[in-house]
């Protein structure tokens, strides 16, 4: 069952754009997100959360929102660079139980 | 110094052999995990062990069997290897501090081919 869903496998954006990486999940009990980047051959690394009890957190150019209505949460990244380019996972756990990742998107920045 | 480590980074092998992959951390974390990546790129958890002990095990054949020796290592083991089980191993740790969050740092990974 995935609870965690990236429906866009890919996304090309232009060099200064903005990126925006959507994610919807299914189980209302899920407290944590987060997003990970993960660059070919190798481990995912993590790029920034957000708690249940926040809508917006922003770190820098990247700036995670949480609609927890909707269960959505998108990721935005203003402005992109070529260096963003990678697999983006996003990410969800209960009570710092096992988390569920997304299937990823994929994200060309063209320079 | 990597912080979370994985050997080997790849591995071919025929069907019907036993293979180990090795995973360690240098981050004085209390948690380590196994994920797989399945050919449709999800990353599904398969063990997670809290200070050596088993706390996750998730529907996994038990040809698959994670040893963890001390709080530094967690060690997967396969038996009877199997074409399905091809796929990308993905170790990651975490410190579970109490209130602290979840977040884990991933090794490279391990990709495995069964012929």
């Known amino acids: 069952d995935q609870q965690v869903k990236q429906n866009s496998p890919s996304l090309s954006v232009q060099e200064g754009r903005i990126s925006i990486l959507n994610c919807d999940y299914t189980n209302s009990m899920f407290d944590y997100f987060l997003w990970y980047k993960k660059y070919p051959a190798e481990g995912p690394t993590f790029l920034i959360s957000?708690?249940?009890?926040?809508d917006k957190n922003e770190d820098g150019r990247f700036t995670v929102f949480l609609n927890k209505s909707a269960k959505h949460l998108s990721l935005h990244i203003v402005p992109s660079q070529p260096g963003d380019s990678a697999v983006y996972f996003c990410a969800a756990t209960h009570n710092n139980n096992d988390m569920r990742f997304g299937a990823g998107t994929r994200l060309t920045v063209k320079p | 110094d990597t912080a979370v480590s994985q050997t080997p980074k790849y591995l071919v092998t025929q069907m019907g052999n036993d293979k180990s992959i090795k995973c360690e951390q240098n981050?004085?974390?209390?948690?380590m995990y196994w994920y797989k990546q399945d050919s449709k790129k999800f990353l599904k958890i398969m063990f997670s062990y809290n200070n050596k002990e088993l706390i996750i095990n998730e529907t996994v054949p038990n040809r698959f069997s994670p040893k963890s020796p001390d709080k530094a290592h967690l060690n997967l083991h396969i038996n009877s290897l199997e074409l399905g089980d091809s796929a990308v191993y993905f170790c990651a740790s975490s410190s579970r501090l109490a209130g602290g969050t979840d977040t884990q740092y991933f090794g490279p990974g391990t990709r495995l081919t069964v012929l």
């Open positions: 981050l004085g974390h209390d948690t």
């Open positions: 957000i708690s249940s009890i926040k």
